[in-house]
């Protein structure tokens, strides 16, 4: 592989605590700039947020969480519900912007909890780019029962660890081809850095348990009687194809989720994947500086 991706603009990182949870917040700027947060995607973290900053003309106060249980932030024992973190984005608000609204750039798992955070605590949120965050599979009422029962005997089973790896080399061969459009240089500074070394080799640093199932059902009626109280500027950003899978080919229900926002700006980057930010961070970065200025 080439050489590893050599950062522009270099983060710092503290560790608050977050509703009982060590939280690491990874920060670019100065902090007397514009505040711009950022909100990493599910199996993500922080740091890949890096070539997007990178990508930024302006001067800007960039924060950035790892969600509990991914990245540095501490992992939870009894779960991951997507409840907490909507507290937990909440909770960061009011530590980092007391009273003021914010910016919010955000992808797949961090855009739905934003996009529904919106709704609900609308005075919080400025404006709001999301990437593939449209809410997941409509899941019905009669899938409850199954749905509660592959919760229940997830937790009867020990999780299963994550493969080791040799090197961080081999981790971020294994990125490369699952998308070619990544980069080798790219690949090798995300795995360095969403890695951790175990006594057996180096694994992911996201906790494995995430792979258990949630409790509660995915319910796009229930997101969108969220979405439809959105006050602020909302701009969606599409990935090259329709995102999530279960939405291919059913493009009317894509299209009633464009329409329950009021004031939608929608923009597809063509040949992008699921991970823009990685992708094309030079175009994203231009779409919100455009966007937020």
């Not at 509703?19 to 947060?37: K, T």
């Not at 969606?236 to 329950?260: A, N, V, Y």
Request: charged share 25%; glycine share 8%; with cysteine.
């Amino acid at each position: 592989m080439s050489e590893i991706y050599q950062p522009k603009r270099v983060s710092r990182c503290r560790i608050i605590e977050l509703r009982g949870l060590s939280c690491n917040l990874r920060e670019w700027g100065d902090e007397g700039a514009p505040l711009l947060v950022m909100l990493h995607g599910h199996r993500d973290s922080s740091i890949s947020w890096q070539f997007t900053v990178d990508h930024l003309t302006r001067s800007w106060h960039v924060v950035a969480p790892d969600w509990r249980g991914f990245g540095h932030s501490g992992w939870n024992p009894q779960g991951y519900w997507m409840h907490d973190y909507m507290a937990d984005l909440d909770t960061l608000l009011e530590m980092i912007s007391p009273g003021a609204p914010v910016d919010i750039l955000s992808h797949s798992l961090g855009g739905n909890v934003s996009n529904t955070y919106a709704g609900v605590r609308p005075e919080r949120v400025r404006r709001l780019m999301a990437i593939d965050g449209y809410g997941l599979r409509h899941r019905s009422v009669e899938e409850a029962p199954g749905q509660l029962a592959r919760f229940l005997a997830a937790w009867r089973e020990p999780v299963r660890p994550h493969r080791p790896y040799a090197s961080t080399e081999e981790m971020g061969e294994r990125l490369l081809r699952a998308n070619e459009r990544l980069g080798a240089d790219r690949a090798r500074f995300l795995a360095r850095h969403q890695s951790r070394q175990a006594p057996e080799g180096f694994v992911w640093s996201f906790d494995p348990a995430h792979a258990r199932p949630f409790a509660t059902l995915h319910r796009v009626d229930e997101w969108a009687a969220c979405w439809r109280k959105i006050t602020c500027p909302l701009f969606w950003i599409g990935s090259g194809t329709i995102f999530p899978p279960g939405l291919e080919g059913t493009e009317l229900d894509f299209e009633w989720r464009l329409k329950q926002i009021p004031h939608l700006r929608f923009h597809r980057i063509e040949g992008s994947s699921h991970n823009v930010h990685h992708d094309a961070p030079q175009q994203l970065a231009q779409l919100a500086e455009e966007f937020f200025a």
